[in-house]
């Protein structure tokens, strides 16, 4: 027995009794193996490439209080969003279009471009989706019955089709003159409309007129954008792409009179609760029907080998409507489940050159009232709890989701070998990856059970082995965290409040906390005498766990830290503020009226006792936020007037 525990092997079996004792003998067990060594396919980031924001003037301002630009930064920082894509852009919030009184197109470009150099200051850009219909350019009044900033946008058909072409023109030269011809072709696409089966007066039978008069008039200003659609529905996609596909390249084109049509990219949409007749009648968080759709849409697209464009999904996520799937842990297992599916299709079924999931905050209106002001927005959408505009540690709190994407950021360049888990099946599972060059591993666990309705305080037993460590022998870093039904959570903590509505100061602190990605035990730093590790662990049902090798001599990659704002209320009596802060390194600095609109923002480093002068700020009382890059500041912000 001595020999053994020398080697740590009795530890580890007694851990493994104590897990059956304490969970019974229903527990699963699970051997996942990973040879490092055996590299099997690049780790593609098809899943990075997008990420939708509910309508576009939520970047801006919400009617929940504030906007969803900082959400853009922190996306792109900890989950590598590159681009964002959202409804709405035409409509009468964003004030673009109007008309002069001789009919021709007066336009009014400030919130416009305010959404998309809020894009860029995230180093994200747009998949503009055009529409809906100004109200300046309808033909009537319906609208779509949906709830953005208090209006529902409007969808009917444009009533005049030149004055749309122009429109369409006016825009691509726009952003070509602010952004460069270079990153609008190239970093830019135009999608035309969202869902017409219903968003649509014309409906499917006239989008491919909407369609032909929208791309001619974007073409006019530049032929090389890229320009797509239709950004159907699952059910709706089946008959529509293939049928736009056909129309672009031998149809009649009804704004010139000629054959054809561009289309650059076709694009779809797949909830895990959408029907199909191929795929099922879906369920919540069903991972395997979001699958089984992409590989029927890429069947669909090949068999028209004349069209040579990209496959694009920009909505998906465990279900569509008001559901709580969105803020349990089981979205998280679902998100990890369902990109690691489609990665492991084959060359046969690649994965969607976008993958946009919907969507990326709970400042979320579609189907909200405004009646409806709640601050813990439960169901809702996002990756981001909503928040209170009054308590700024509330703002960007994620959901399970969010982590799981985190996560997913962190995994290496190239997959490796790992077997043992279900990955067609309900069950657990994992996908190893390794850098480069070859200095860390990654092994992304999940534990995904379709449909959202097992226990998720159910736990399975898990050996873990690693084989052919590139970085062994020697000392090693180990880290493992975990998202599941009591770590990473909010929402469960929530749940253990009541339910507050309007969480108190307080509440929202604690949120926080419960939110933040969670270690699952000590970081482990053992010196391998060969190239082997091993660990025994536990993993509930609808979690998802990262463990991350490095060598002793490398730094640790953890998940990257969100910057965590110190909060304090200052009053401003004359025209000017001098805000000192006594602390080194790099920090950023931001002002907000009580009401939640940001006055300034701005970055900086120093080496203490650094200034700011803000001038021409009207007298009143201010929240003025301050962090270093990784943590709260541990010294007050001195006020000068």
């Given at each position: 027995?001595?020999?053994?525990?020398?080697?740590?092997?009795?530890?580890?079996?007694?851990?493994?009794?104590?897990?059956?004792?304490?969970?019974g003998v229903?527990?699963?067990?699970y051997?996942?193996s990973?040879?490092?060594?055996?590299r099997?396919?690049?780790?593609?980031?098809?899943?990075?490439?997008?990420?939708?924001?509910?309508?576009?003037?939520?970047?801006l301002?919400?009617?929940?209080?504030?906007?969803?630009?900082?959400?853009?930064?922190?996306?792109?920082?900890?989950?590598?969003?590159?681009?964002?894509?959202?409804h709405?852009?035409?409509?009468?919030?964003?004030?673009?279009?109007?008309?002069n009184?001789?009919g021709?197109?007066?336009?009014?470009?400030?919130?416009?471009?305010?959404?998309?150099?809020?894009?860029?200051?995230?180093?994200?850009?747009?998949?503009?989706?055009?529409?809906?219909?100004?109200?300046?350019?309808?033909?009537?009044?319906?609208?779509?019955?949906?709830?953005?900033?208090?209006?529902?946008?409007?969808?009917?058909?444009?009533?005049?089709w030149?004055?749309?072409?122009?429109?369409?023109?006016?825009i691509?030269?726009?952003?070509?003159?602010?952004?460069?011809?270079?990153?609008?072709?190239?970093?830019?696409?135009?999608?035309?409309?969202?869902?017409?089966s219903?968003m649509?007066?014309?409906?499917?039978?006239?989008?491919?007129?909407?369609?032909?008069y929208?791309?001619?008039?974007?073409?006019?200003?530049?032929?090389?954008?890229?320009?797509?659609?239709?950004?159907?529905?699952?059910?709706?996609?089946?008959?529509?792409?293939?049928?736009?596909?056909?129309?672009?390249?031998?149809?009649?084109?009804?704004?010139?009179?000629?054959?054809?049509?561009?289309?650059?990219?076709v694009?779809?949409?797949?909830?895990?609760?959408?029907?199909?007749?191929?795929?099922?009648?879906?369920?919540?968080?069903?991972?395997?029907?979001?699958?089984?759709?992409?590989?029927?849409m890429v069947?669909?697209?090949?068999?028209?080998?004349?069209?040579?464009?990209?496959?694009?999904?920009?909505?998906?996520?465990p279900?569509?409507?008001?559901?709580?799937?969105?803020?349990?842990?089981?979205?998280a297992?679902?998100?990890?489940?369902?990109?690691?599916?489609?990665?492991?299709?084959?060359?046969?079924?690649?994965?969607?050159?976008?993958?946009?999931y919907?969507?990326?905050?709970?400042?979320?209106?579609?189907?909200?009232?405004?009646?409806?002001?709640?601050?813990?927005?439960?169901?809702?959408?996002?990756?981001?709890?909503r928040?209170?505009?009054?308590?700024?540690?509330?703002?960007?709190?994620?959901?399970?989701?969010?982590?799981?994407y985190?996560?997913?950021?962190?995994?290496?360049?190239?997959?490796?070998?790992?077997?043992?888990?279900?990955?067609?099946?309900?069950?657990?599972?994992a996908?190893?990856?390794?850098?480069?060059?070859n200095?860390?591993?990654?092994i992304?666990?999940?534990?995904?059970?379709?449909?959202?309705?097992?226990?998720?305080?159910?736990?399975?037993?898990?050996?873990?082995?690693?084989?052919?460590?590139?970085?062994?022998?020697g000392?090693?870093r180990?880290?493992?965290?975990?998202?599941?039904?009591?770590?990473s959570?909010?929402?469960?903590?929530?749940?253990?409040?009541?339910?507050?509505?309007?969480?108190?100061?307080?509440?929202?602190?604690q949120?926080?906390?419960?939110?933040?990605?969670?270690?699952?035990?000590?970081?482990?730093?053992?010196?391998?005498?060969g190239?082997?590790w091993?660990?025994?662990?536990?993993?509930?049902?609808?979690?998802v766990?990262?463990?991350?090798?490095?060598?002793?001599?490398?730094?640790?990659v953890?998940?990257?830290?969100?910057?965590?704002?110190?909060?304090?209320n200052?009053?401003?009596?004359?025209?000017?503020?001098?805000?000192?802060m006594?602390?080194?390194?790099?920090?950023?600095?931001?002002?907000?009226?009580?009401?939640?609109?940001?006055?300034?923002?701005?970055?900086?480093?120093?080496?203490?006792?650094?200034?700011f002068?803000?001038?021409?700020?009207?007298?009143?009382?201010?929240?003025?936020q301050?962090?270093t890059?990784?943590?709260?500041?541990?010294?007050?912000?001195?006020?000068?007037?």
């Amino acid at each position: 027995m001595r020999k053994y525990f020398k080697n740590g092997v009795v530890l580890l079996l007694a851990a493994f009794i104590v897990c059956l004792m304490i969970y019974g003998v229903d527990a699963a067990t699970y051997t996942l193996s990973v040879n490092a060594n055996h590299r099997t396919q690049q780790w593609n980031r098809f899943y990075e490439k997008s990420i939708s924001t509910d309508h576009m003037y939520t970047v801006l301002h919400s009617f929940w209080g504030r906007g969803c630009a900082n959400a853009l930064k922190v996306g792109n920082s900890e989950c590598g969003f590159q681009m964002f894509r959202g409804h709405g852009i035409l409509d009468a919030d964003v004030n673009l279009v109007g008309l002069n009184t001789d009919g021709s197109l007066k336009l009014n470009w400030s919130a416009f471009d305010s959404i998309y150099d809020a894009g860029k200051a995230a180093n994200m850009w747009p998949m503009l989706e055009v529409g809906f219909t100004p109200p300046a350019l309808a033909s009537g009044t319906a609208t779509i019955g949906l709830w953005y900033n208090g209006v529902s946008p409007n969808e009917t058909v444009p009533k005049n089709w030149n004055t749309w072409m122009d429109l369409m023109d006016s825009i691509v030269h726009h952003v070509e003159n602010r952004y460069t011809v270079d990153v609008v072709r190239n970093k830019w696409y135009f999608e035309v409309w969202n869902e017409a089966s219903w968003m649509y007066s014309g409906g499917e039978g006239g989008y491919q007129t909407l369609y032909d008069y929208t791309v001619t008039g974007l073409l006019k200003a530049d032929p090389n954008i890229k320009v797509g659609g239709p950004a159907y529905s699952a059910p709706s996609s089946v008959g529509g792409i293939p049928s736009l596909i056909n129309h672009c390249l031998t149809g009649t084109n009804a704004a010139t009179g000629t054959k054809g049509t561009k289309l650059d990219f076709v694009s779809y949409h797949k909830y895990g609760t959408d029907a199909d007749a191929t795929c099922g009648n879906g369920s919540p968080a069903n991972a395997i029907s979001v699958n089984c759709f992409h590989k029927k849409m890429v069947d669909i697209v090949k068999a028209i080998p004349a069209f040579k464009g990209e496959l694009i999904n920009d909505e998906w996520g465990p279900n569509s409507g008001i559901m709580t799937y969105r803020d349990l842990e089981c979205c998280a297992s679902f998100v990890a489940k369902t990109i690691h599916l489609i990665n492991e299709n084959g060359s046969n079924y690649p994965p969607p050159a976008m993958f946009g999931y919907w969507a990326l905050s709970d400042l979320y209106e579609e189907n909200q009232n405004n009646t409806n002001r709640y601050t813990f927005a439960e169901a809702t959408q996002g990756i981001f709890l909503r928040g209170d505009p009054t308590i700024s540690d509330s703002w960007e709190i994620g959901k399970p989701s969010f982590e799981a994407y985190r996560m997913l950021h962190k995994l290496g360049a190239w997959e490796v070998s790992c077997t043992g888990g279900k990955l067609t099946t309900d069950g657990l599972n994992a996908v190893a990856t390794v850098s480069t060059n070859n200095d860390s591993l990654q092994i992304l666990i999940y534990n995904q059970y379709d449909g959202g309705t097992a226990d998720p305080t159910t736990v399975d037993n898990v050996t873990l082995a690693v084989d052919s460590v590139p970085f062994a022998p020697g000392k090693i870093r180990a880290e493992h965290w975990v998202v599941d039904y009591s770590h990473s959570n909010a929402y469960r903590p929530w749940v253990a409040m009541g339910k507050p509505p309007k969480p108190t100061a307080t509440q929202w602190a604690q949120l926080k906390q419960a939110a933040m990605l969670t270690h699952f035990d000590s970081v482990a730093t053992p010196t391998l005498t060969g190239k082997s590790w091993t660990k025994i662990f536990t993993h509930n049902y609808y979690s998802v766990g990262l463990i991350i090798l490095t060598g002793g001599n490398v730094p640790a990659v953890s998940p990257a830290s969100i910057p965590v704002f110190q909060s304090i209320n200052v009053t401003v009596n004359g025209k000017n503020a001098r805000f000192i802060m006594p602390f080194t390194g790099a920090y950023q600095v931001r002002l907000f009226t009580t009401g939640g609109r940001k006055v300034m923002e701005t970055q900086a480093s120093g080496q203490g006792k650094n200034a700011f002068s803000f001038r021409k700020i009207p007298a009143g009382t201010y929240i003025l936020q301050c962090a270093t890059a990784t943590k709260t500041m541990g010294m007050p912000v001195f006020v000068e007037r």
